[in-house]
């Protein structure tokens, strides 16, 4: 059974700092694009990062480039996302999820397993 477990959301200020984590189990991790989405709100899950298998490529949204960084630590079977100058429009639920693909997805249908996601929560 494969399981995704997301940690450190949190409560920031903005500009402030968070990295998040998703700890994978049941799946051979290296195989799996890993990606991380949000979601506020009334609104769309959104793609913010993702990562090929052995961490050659990571893609970001344009919300995200500059201040966010994937990464993945195939030996410890988790994928991080390192968030800094964060903005009160950065709140939302964020999820991991990970995608048997051979290069980076963007579209939540292209995933197949999804954690149950981490709130953050950025403060003027």
């Known amino acids: 059974q494969v399981q995704l477990f997301e940690s450190g959301g949190g409560l920031v200020q903005a500009g402030g700092s968070l990295r998040l984590s998703c700890a994978a189990s049941?799946?051979?991790?290296?195989?799996?694009?890993m990606g991380w989405f949000r979601q506020a709100p009334g609104e769309e899950r959104e793609f913010v990062a993702a990562i090929t298998g052995f961490g050659v490529r990571a893609v970001n949204a344009d919300s995200a480039k500059g201040r966010f960084t994937i990464s993945r630590d195939n030996a410890k079977n988790t994928v991080y996302l390192q968030m800094n100058s964060l903005k009160p429009v950065d709140t939302a639920v964020y999820y991991c999820a990970a995608a048997l693909k051979r290069d980076v997805v963007t579209v939540p249908g292209e995933y197949d397993y999804w954690g149950q996601g981490t709130q953050v929560t950025v403060s003027s």
């Open positions: 049941g799946l051979t991790f290296n195989s799996y694009i």
